[in-house]
C-alpha cells in the first residue's frame, strides 16, 4: 500500500473529527491528544509513536495499521485493531472493551489499568506481557499466545481460552472461573491460588502440568 505524504495533511480536521477517512496516511508521530476520532478510518495508516493520548476513538477502525510505539493513554479505544502491529504501545488505563485485536501483535505493550473486558484477542500475540491484574472478563482469547505473560490477578473469569498458548504464564492468584481452556497449552504455569471452576476438566489439566 503507498503511504501518503503527512504535509498535505490537515491534522486539525482529523483531530475535530471532521476528516474520517485516514486510510493508508503516513501520521507517523503525529499529536491528536484529546481528539475527537470516533469513526475515523486508520486503516493501514502509519501510526509509529502517534500520540493518540485521552482520545475518542469508539468505531474508529485501525485494522493492519502500523501503530509501534503508539500512545493510547486513557483513550476510548472501542474500535477495530485487527491484525494491527501495536508492539510497545501504550495502553495504560484504555478503554478496550469489546474491541477487535484478533491478530494484533501486542509484544512489550503497556497495558496498565487498561480493560479488555469482551474484547476480541483471538490469535492476538501477548507473550511476555505484564497483564497483572488486567480484566479479560468474556473476552475471546482463542489461540491467544500468552507464552511468559504475567496474568498474576487478572480476571478471566467466562473468558474462552480454547487453544491458548499459556506456556510459562503467571497465573497466580488469576480468576479463571467458567473460562474454557480446552486445548489450552498450560505447560510450566504457575496456577497457585488461582481460582479454577467451572467448565473444563481441571483435574486433568493439574495431572498435565506435573
Keep these: 500500500m503507498n503511504i501518503a505524504i503527512s504535509t498535505d495533511i490537515d491534522l486539525e480536521a482529523i483531530k475535530n473529527g471532521s476528516l474520517k477517512n485516514c486510510a493508508g496516511l503516513d501520521l507517523e508521530d503525529e499529536d491528536f ?13 502509519s501510526l509509529v509513536g502517534t500520540n493518540f493520548m485521552k482520545c475518542d476513538l469508539r468505531g474508529a477502525r485501525l485494522d493492519g495499521a502500523n501503530a509501534i510505539g503508539a500512545k493510547f493513554t486513557d483513550t476510548d479505544l472501542r474500535a477495530s485493531l ?10 495504560s488505563g484504555a478503554d478496550l ?4 485485536l484478533r491478530g494484533c501483535n501486542l509484544m512489550g505493550a503497556k497495558v496498565d489499568k487498561a480493560v479488555f473486558a469482551g474484547a476480541f484477542l ?26 511468559g505473560a504475567n496474568l498474576r490477578g487478572a480476571d478471566l473469569s467466562a473468558a474462552d481460552l480454547q487453544g491458548a498458548s ?36 481441571w483435574e486433568q489439566i493439574l495431572r498435565e502440568l506435573v
Design 33 to 45: 491528544t484529546g481528539g475527537n476520532l470516533s469513526r475515523v478510518n486508520f486503516a493501514g495508516a
Design 97 to 100: 472493551r469489546g474491541s477487535n
Design 122 to 147: 483471538s490469535g492476538a500475540n501477548l507473550q511476555g506481557v505484564n497483564l497483572q491484574g488486567i480484566d479479560f472478563r468474556g473476552a475471546e482469547l482463542r489461540g491467544t499466545n500468552f507464552n
Design 82 to 91: 485487527a491484525g494491527a502491529n501495536l508492539m510497545q504501545a501504550d495502553f
Design 166 to 201: 499459556l506456556s510459562g504464564t503467571n497465573l497466580e492468584e488469576a480468576d479463571l472461573r467458567g473460562a474454557n481452556l480446552a486445548g489450552a497449552n498450560l505447560a510450566g504455569a504457575n496456577l497457585l491460588c488461582a481460582e479454577m471452576e467451572g467448565q473444563i476438566p
